[in-house]
Each structure stands twice: as structure tokens, then as C-alpha cells.
């Protein structure tokens, strides 16, 4: 039988072989830990800790603040050094905690113990994930307790894990899972007691038949748990994309994949529910790419939250040459940076660093070829999408759907006139929803003054 697949989509030269096959490397700090306080969709966090304070490994130093939020956790014991704005691979300048490192490592009391999680009432079970401070370690950065808690957990049909790894260059989510496969196996088995009547599926490209034969062997027993081979292209990882190609069900700009029955969540996200549950030990580390063909040994590091990418890359042999170009994430989807002195968070999963910069070229009239309508996974028009933008014709932007971009960058890749059509796009849906955001704050303004 076929597999299923969805429209559009592209196959990039994938540049995974440069770091897939390196066994994780586990490093520790040197200097400062930087921990800024919004590292996930939502509020940022409210300091629980002052300049001057000692902290030890496991201690919640910032508290979720509001409905979406995420507690942050040290990663480190040491003194808390100051709290003030920092630059985040983001490219923005956020309010954070730095806490200068003693490098004893002690951990707050009950770090590590052991929990039977089939004991576990559905209640515990996520406030265990609250406390832990774990968000999508996709790159998306929403709450994962929230994601877990939809408004009717009778409706969850599937458990997704996203073991895709879509992006070119980017492979931290292989080697978790081959290093770490029970992690995520148990994980999921976790996350399934949480809605009685849910199958999980667990998603793999097939580039990682390894992985898969891994997953298959782990999982042979468990009747309610699926491994399902995709078809490797790019963006197989997105949300509406995998919820799709797994389920048959199709999600919207409008929709939560709870909305169709669904909840998807990352391999890593998912071993860090197993870490938080089972094992009692909050989110303080992650394992990230640092790649492309400007690094001397690209590889994957698990490292602490808060330890600068400037101390990864060192570990990593630095640059070869220096590099035309520093992405944070991946290239389709990731963000340019001048600098590369930024704090690894939740939501910061790589480091690329690029001889040539293959987007720097000019731009030329539009040919009307179509190719970006045809690469679209979502069906838009992003050559008339991008004119509206420029024209500022936001009222025609939406009714051709132009809020439903997702931002993956399909469009910019094919366009042989290089247009930056995604560039435009997302900007363009951005202002409208920041005008939105501001519209609805007034009439708030004006009931609460009514």
C-alpha cells in the first residue's frame, strides 16, 4: 500500500551525514550560566531568586507566570551573579538569571529518585511535567503541561511522537533516538495513561532506518503503540503536516491538533516526560547540533541549559573558515545571527555555521512559473502573497488565506527569481497579528475602565 504523503513539500541536500553517525558528547561549563526567563510560547517566567542567592541543580529559580508559562530550573549549583536583559539566539535582548557556576553540582533534595508512574494518578502525572518546566523541544516552545491537558481528554484519539527531524543539518533528535530510545518508549506509555482510548504512533523519516528498526523492536509487544516509517521530505515534521500524513486528519491555522483528536509532541519532549516522571529530574539539559561546512567537527552535545554556544562550538573545533553565515535552528526555519556568544534554552536546538551564504543573492521580477504554489505543503499562493505584503494589502493577504502560512520556507528555496517570499509572508502575518494582539489589549482597556 502506499504510504501517504502531503501535497508540495521539498527534498534539500539533507547535510545530516557531517554529525549522525558521532556518538553524543556530554559537556559541562566554564563560565557563566545565562537563563533568560521567556524560553517558550507564553509569559515569561517570574524570578524566584535575587542577586546573591545560592542555587543548587534542580532548583526552580523562575516560576510559570499566567496560564501559558514554564517554570525554569537550574541546570548548575553556584550563586545567582545578576539578573539582567541578555541576548538569546532569538536575536533578542530578554530578562534573564545569570548564576556564576561552583561546579560541585549538588542537587535539591529528592533529584534522581525513582517513581512508579503506573501509580501515578492522571493529576500527578502532569503537575510532575509542570514542575519539570518541560515545553516542545522542537523549537516551539509551548507549555507541555498545557498541551497535555486539552479540554476534553476523551476526544484524544492519537498520541503522536515527531521523530521526523525534518531540517537539513540538524540531527540531536537521531541520536536521542539511538542512544536513548527507552527513554522515549517509556515517555510515550507515560504520556497514553493520560487518555484512556489513545493509539500512540511514533513518526520517523525513512532516512533513519535504523531508528526505525529500533523502535520497532522496542515497541513489538505494546499493542497500542505504532511505528510508522514517512517519507523523508521537508516539512514532514511540521504539525499539520504529521498529523496529516500519521492520521488522515487535516488541521488549520484555526485548530490545535486537540481540536482534530491529536496531541504531537517531540522525541525529545517526550524523553524529557519520562525523565520528569519516572525519574524525578526537571529539564536542565538538552543535546544540540552544532554543524554546517564551516565547523571543523561538526557533532552533538548533551549540555545544561544556560551554557553559551560560544564554550559548544570550542568543544566542537571552532570554525574552519570564517563563516559567511550563523543560523540558530535549522536552515529552512532557523534564524541568522551576527554573534554566536548566546545561551543554549529550550527552544535552541542547534547551531549552524556556513561558508557561502546561498541566500545572499539578488532578487529579479516574479516569472509566474508557479513553483512555489506547487511546493506549498498548504496550498497558498505565496507569489501574490508576497505582493500583498509589499502593497500592505492586509485585507486581501487574509482572504487568500495568507494567515495560514506556516513559515517552513518551501516557497524562497524553489523560486528560481529568488524572491523572499517567506521573508515577506511571515512578516506580513506577524504585523497583522500584532495589530490584532493591540486591538484586542484596548477593549480590555476599555472594560476594565467601563
Known amino acids: 500500500m502506499a504510504r501517504m504523503t502531503f501535497m508540495g513539500g521539498i527534498h534539500t541536500y539533507e547535510g545530516k551525514e557531517l554529525s549522525k553517525d558521532k556518538p553524543t558528547t556530554v559537556l559541562l561549563p566554564k563560565g557563566d550560566l545565562v537563563f533568560p526567563l521567556s524560553q517558550h510560547i507564553g509569559a515569561p517566567a517570574k524570578p524566584l531568586v535575587a542577586k546573591g542567592d545560592p542555587v543548587l541543580v534542580g532548583q526552580m529559580i523562575a516560576e510559570a507566570y499566567g496560564m501559558i508559562s514554564s517554570n525554569i530550573i537550574s541546570s548548575v549549583s553556584g550563586t545567582v551573579k545578576a539578573i539582567e536583559r541578555r541576548l538569546t539566539a532569538a536575536g533578542k535582548m530578554e530578562e534573564s538569571i545569570v548564576i556564576t557556576n561552583d561546579n560541585e553540582y549538588k542537587k535539591i533534595e529528592g533529584y534522581g529518585q525513582n517513581r512508579d508512574y503506573m501509580n501515578m494518578s492522571k493529576a500527578n502525572i502532569r503537575d510532575a511535567v509542570k514542575e519539570a518546566g518541560i515545553v516542545g523541544l522542537g523549537g516551539a516552545g509551548f507549555p507541555t503541561h498545557v498541551k497535555l491537558t486539552p479540554k476534553d481528554e476523551s476526544k484524544i484519539d492519537y498520541v503522536i511522537v ?12 537521531y541520536r536521542l533516538m539511538m542512544e536513548e530510545p527507552e527513554a522515549i518508549v517509556e515517555g510515550l506509555k507515560i504520556i497514553l495513561r493520560l487518555f484512556d482510548k489513545a493509539k500512540g504512533i511514533i513518526g520517523i523519516e525513512d532516512n ?28 514532514q515534521g511540521g504539525e499539520r503536516q504529521l498529523v496529516y500524513v500519521t492520521t488522515g486528519r487535516k488541521l488549520n491555522s484555526k485548530k490545535l491538533p486537540a481540536d482534530v483528536g491529536c496531541i504531537v509532541n517531540n522525541v525529545a ?4 516526560i519520562y525523565m520528569a516522571v519516572a525519574k524525578s529530574t526537571p529539564l536542565t ?62 527552544t535552541a536546538n542547534s547551531l549552524l555555521g556556513f561558508v557561502k551564504d546561498e541566500a545572499a543573492v539578488e532578487e529579479s521580477p516574479c516569472i509566474l512559473c508557479g513553483r512555489c504554489y506547487f511546493k506549498c505543503p498548504l496550498n497558498l499562493l505565496p507569489m501574490k502573497l508576497q505582493l500583498m505584503g509589499l502593497n500592505n494589502d492586509e485585507e486581501n493577504f487574509k482572504k487568500l488565506d495568507g ?48
Open 403 to 450: 494567515m495560514e502560512c506556516c513559515g517552513c520556507g518551501c516557497c524562497s528555496f524553489v523560486c528560481p527569481a529568488n524572491r523572499s517570499l517567506t521573508q515577506t509572508i511571515v512578516q506580513t502575518k506577524n504585523k497583522i497579528l500584532a495589530k490584532k494582539h493591540e486591538l484586542q489589549e484596548l477593549h480590555k482597556d476599555h472594560a476594565a475602565n467601563a
Open 162 to 173: 515527531n521523530g521526523a527531524e525534518c531540517e537539513p543539518y540538524l540531527t540531536s533528535d
Open 285 to 346: 539539559h538538552r543535546i544540540v547540533t552544532i554543524s554546517g561546512d564551516a565547523v571543523e567537527e561538526p557533532q552533538n552535545f548533551n549540555v545544561p541549559f544556560g551554557i553559551s554556544f560560544t564554550e559548544i562550538l570550542e568543544a566542537a573545533g571552532g570554525f574552519k573558515v570564517q563563516p559567511k553565515k550563523i543560523v540558530f535552528g535549522g536552515p529552512m526555519m532557523g534564524k541568522a545571527m551576527y554573534t554566536y556568544e548566546v545561551p543554549v534554552t529550550k
Open 269 to 272: 519532549t517526550v524523553a524529557a
Open 208 to 235: 533513519k532506518p535504523d531508528a526505525i528498526e529500533r523502535f520497532r523492536a522496542l515497541t513489538a509487544v505494546e499493542s497500542n503503540i505504532e511505528v510508522q516509517a514517512l517519507k523523508t521530505k521537508y516539512p
